[in-house]
């Protein structure tokens, strides 16, 4: 037994350790079980302690084997004392919403010269992000920042489309995601939205004019899904994209399952956008509580495309078709946690590159598709119609 006990011991200490902030949530036990399952020492962090360990019974009673550490300390004040306590090898930071959020929690895990990854949605995050690159090279880190459905999978597709169609510019890029109603859903998430909501969009390359959260509504139809209602979205996308591809329009939208719950928030948006003093942002908590409502009125099947026009050459047609991907049985929240994973496995087992790096083409259509195929693959459907 004493010696099992020390194999274990030696094995824990040559194995590389990733630290998850917000190890439970939505995402983050998502991708703490993906890493123990590929052999990582995984480290589960949170405000409840209670709700760590249940996730982490909950991993060994499907892998006995898999090495997992408990650590609750509040991240915005005891960070540098835990990191400098457990030493792990890589921090991916999942506490949202970061909307708002200032980079404090990758400047400390930088400085302690320990790599990161976040799974921001927001484009001012990722932009505040680029600020530190000179700190990461000093520390001799990598840093990766928006590794999450956008603009990771976003990217991905749209690379993958521009070398199967030979293409070189993109005349629009449309891009939209909807989860299921009955999804589990966050109330970072939550927040995310309703941070947005009716107010002013920032200007990016290709838009043709000022846009507000949540307006401009559309319905997108779905292969095998109910269609669903899309409006204007704030994503790092609109700033990231036409860095690395040339889209002359570019938009973004997100909508909800139930059409219902979509026009009472484009409602609240016109009250937001005509002066209502209200930080709905700050109501989360309640609005989550009420959206489940609705769940009667949905499924758990959620959706995203991207709907492409590109000119085939001079004096030819252009052509128009849209990727899908759809999710069933609430696997949606999976897609999100796939650039975590991938990204922290090229991190912990390959050499890497120092400096921040917004999650862009650092991983192909085929990789994100083949992860994918790990968690039930007959509930994932993607598509170019």
């Known amino acids: 037994m004493k010696n099992k006990t020390e194999r274990r011991q030696q094995q824990s200490a040559n194995t590389p350790t990733v630290?998850?902030?917000?190890?439970?949530?939505?995402?983050?036990?998502?991708?703490c079980r993906a890493l123990c399952g590929k052999g990582f020492h995984?480290?589960?962090?949170?405000?409840?302690?209670?709700?760590?360990?249940?996730?982490?019974?909950?991993?060994?009673?499907?892998n006995f084997d898999a090495q997992i550490t408990v650590s609750c300390f509040d991240i915005y004040s005891q960070l540098k004392l835990h990191l400098k306590k457990m030493k792990?090898?890589?921090?991916?930071?999942?506490?949202?919403p970061f909307q708002g959020q200032d980079t404090l929690v990758a400047e400390t895990t930088i400085k302690a010269g320990i790599n990161y990854i976040d799974l921001s949605d927001d484009r001012e995050y990722v932009k505040k992000m680029q600020s530190l690159n000179d700190l990461a090279l000093t520390h001799n880190v990598m840093a990766i920042t928006g590794a999450s459905t956008v603009p990771t999978l976003s990217s991905a597709v749209l690379s993958h489309v521009k070398d199967k169609y030979a293409i070189n510019t993109f005349k629009t890029v449309r891009i939209g995601i909807s989860p299921g109603q009955k999804t589990a859903r966050g109330l970072a998430t939550t927040q995310a939205v309703l941070s947005y909501v009716g107010?002013?969009?920032?200007?990016?390359?290709?838009?043709?004019?000022?846009?507000?959260?949540?307006?401009?509504?559309?319905?997108?139809?779905?292969?095998?899904?109910k269609s669903r209602?899309?409006?204007?979205?704030?994503?790092?996308?609109?700033?990231?994209l036409h860095e690395h591809f040339d889209i002359q329009k570019l938009s973004f939208s997100a909508g909800m399952e139930s059409k219902l719950l979509h026009r009472l928030i484009w409602l609240l948006s016109w009250l937001i956008r005509f002066g209502l003093p209200i930080k709905l942002k700050n109501h989360a908590d309640w609005l989550l509580k009420s959206s489940r409502w609705f769940d009667r009125l949905g499924t758990e099947d959620g959706g995203m495309h991207i709907e492409f026009e590109v000119g085939l050459g001079r004096g030819q047609k252009s052509i128009r078709k849209t990727w899908f991907i759809e999710a069933t049985?609430?696997?949606?929240?999976?897609?999100?946690?796939?650039?975590?994973?991938?990204?922290?496995?090229?991190?912990?087992?390959?050499?890497?590159q120092a400096g921040v790096k917004t999650c862009i083409n650092l991983i192909k259509f085929e990789e994100y598709m083949k992860e994918l195929e790990q968690f039930d693959s007959q509930h994932f459907f993607n598509c170019i119609q």
């Open 329 to 352: 049985d609430n696997r949606g929240p999976q897609i999100p946690s796939i650039p975590a994973i991938l990204m922290a496995e090229k991190i912990l087992t390959k050499p890497t």
């Open 88 to 96: 792990p090898t890589l921090v991916i930071h999942t506490c949202g």
């Open 19 to 31: 630290m998850v902030l917000g190890g439970y949530g939505t995402f983050g036990s998502r991708i």
């Open 42 to 62: 995984v480290i589960i962090n949170g405000r409840h302690f209670h709700q760590a360990q249940e996730l982490k019974h909950s991993i060994l009673e499907d």
């Open 229 to 240: 209602l899309m409006g204007n979205c704030e994503a790092p996308d609109l700033d990231c």
């Open 199 to 225: 107010k002013a969009l920032k200007p990016w390359p290709g838009s043709v004019k000022k846009s507000y959260g949540w307006h401009d509504t559309y319905l997108q139809h779905y292969p095998n899904i």
